[in-house]
């Protein structure tokens, strides 16, 4: 039997696979943008259609799934994965507007700690809102926000972000995994590095929520904010979520809403704000509640498979695929660090062709992403992605490749992958 038949059938978490949605023929990579639906998401998310045409306003308090503590039941059980406690965590939000609430919150600066260090290579959409952020505060992004440099235009060096942690730096806001290149930091390391010099730490786990464990609590991480649409498979614009160390709980809320009352008080109606103890007090209006429902299903999942074991095999499925090409495709330049500890859930290959071969992939049958200006992503996820699919990715993009498939098409991205 070959080799990918038999990790096949020893998979201790094949048997989730099918309760995804998965187009027939159809191998899909691109999991670290947006999840597949699951069976039990959308039965989830239905359930809760169902709870507004039978209890109309009575649905916040009744109903399997009560809306009014829909979020703060979720966040109970969504800190595990992010390795906090749970009133350290919020289901609420999207990334971007986590960050804006997180640094409205943590963020003062004085007159000699006025910066805000991020990195080079980090998603647009953070770097927006540190330096909107920053405007409002009336400082200038071009002398208050830095930049760690990468060296090679995919990753950074440890080294690199501690020699940037000078006195001005307030606060360190870097991704766990990023977004191109699939490097997976040492969030420990650099926790620790920061708090030497008396800076707070935040982090994005847009990539690596639901590919792998996280122990924010025990490395001191001041705050962190994630989606849940990507490796947790709660649909497109899923609600986010946020995490602030208990140690900065008492902070009134940056931007407040009602919402981040304490809830035995928010319908008294009061105008003098009672906060919520906890990561609740950061929560600002109306949950969206069908936005959040999908996450009750997905993450009955992953409370049964284990992020162990889900990390487990995502290792496995991104070491065979990288081996794969190395082998068979050698023109694609892998770009992801090689270490275990040091990569996320995903594979960056670079090259020039980048967005036709993604064009090519996806008429063959494979769903990858391309990321300006010249990264293919693939993403073996492993609650749905088997040892037989890499093996055929890997099949496919070498024909691609070998007979030139990819110059039936133009090399301009697509509108989103
Ligand atoms: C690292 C990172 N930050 C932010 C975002 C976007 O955030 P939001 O959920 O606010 O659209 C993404 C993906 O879209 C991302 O990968
Ligand atoms: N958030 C997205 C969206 O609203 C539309 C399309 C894609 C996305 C993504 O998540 C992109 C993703 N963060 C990336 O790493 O490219």
């Known amino acids: 039997m070959a080799a990918e038949k038999q990790l096949d059938e020893m998979d201790s978490l094949a048997r989730f696979k099918k309760e995804f949605y998965q187009t027939e023929n159809q191998i899909y990579m691109d999991g670290n943008s947006l999840g597949l639906m699951s069976k039990r998401a959308e039965a989830k998310l239905l359930e809760v259609v169902e709870s507004w045409k039978i209890h109309g306003i009575d649905g916040w308090t009744e109903g399997k799934d009560p809306w009014f503590t829909m979020a703060e039941n979720l966040s109970a059980r969504i800190a595990p994965l992010v390795g906090a406690k749970p009133h350290e965590v919020m289901v609420t939000g999207s990334i971007t507007s986590n960050i804006h609430q997180m640094l409205s919150t943590i963020f003062q600066p004085s007159g000699d700690r006025f910066a805000i260090m991020v990195d080079e290579l980090n998603f647009p959409s953070d770097i927006y809102a540190v330096e909107s952020h920053l405007r409002l505060r009336g400082l200038d992004p071009a002398t208050a926000m830095k930049k760690v440099r990468s060296r090679d235009g995919f990753t950074l060096e440890l080294q690199d972000i501690i020699d940037e942690l000078t006195d001005e730096v307030a606060i360190i806001m870097l991704p766990s995994v990023l977004y191109r290149s699939g490097q997976l930091l040492p969030i420990r390391e650099i926790a620790e590095a920061a708090h030497e010099k008396g800076i707070l730490v935040g982090f994005d786990l847009a990539h690596s929520i639901g590919a792998l464990p996280h122990e924010l609590h025990d490395c001191g991480v001041d705050f962190a904010v994630w989606c849940h649409y990507k490796y947790m498979n709660s649909g497109p614009g899923g609600t986010g979520g946020l995490y602030i160390h208990e140690r900065h709980h008492d902070l009134l809320p940056g931007n407040a809403g009602w919402f981040g009352s304490d809830k035995a008080k928010q319908f008294d109606m009061d105008h003098s704000f009672s906060k919520a103890e906890g990561a609740g007090a950061y929560q600002i209006g109306t949950p969206n509640i069908f936005s959040m429902a999908p996450l009750l299903g997905s993450i009955e999942i992953f409370e049964e498979a284990g992020i162990e074991a889900v990390r487990e095999k995502s290792l496995q499925l991104t070491s065979m695929l990288r081996e794969l090409i190395a082998q068979k495709i050698p023109a694609l330049k892998d770009v992801t660090p090689v270490e275990d500890a040091g990569r996320g859930g995903h594979i960056a290959l670079a090259h020039e062709e980048a ?31 088997s040892y037989s699919d890499v093996e055929k990715v890997v099949e496919r993009l070498k024909a691609i490749m070998d007979n030139e498939v990819y110059k039936n098409f133009s090399n301009d991205r697509n509108v989103v992958a």
């Open 355 to 385: 967005a036709r071969i993604c064009k090519a992939l996806k008429e063959a049958g494979v769903v990858p992403d391309f990321r300006a200006p010249n990264i293919i992503r693939l993403a073996p996820v492993a609650l749905y992605t």
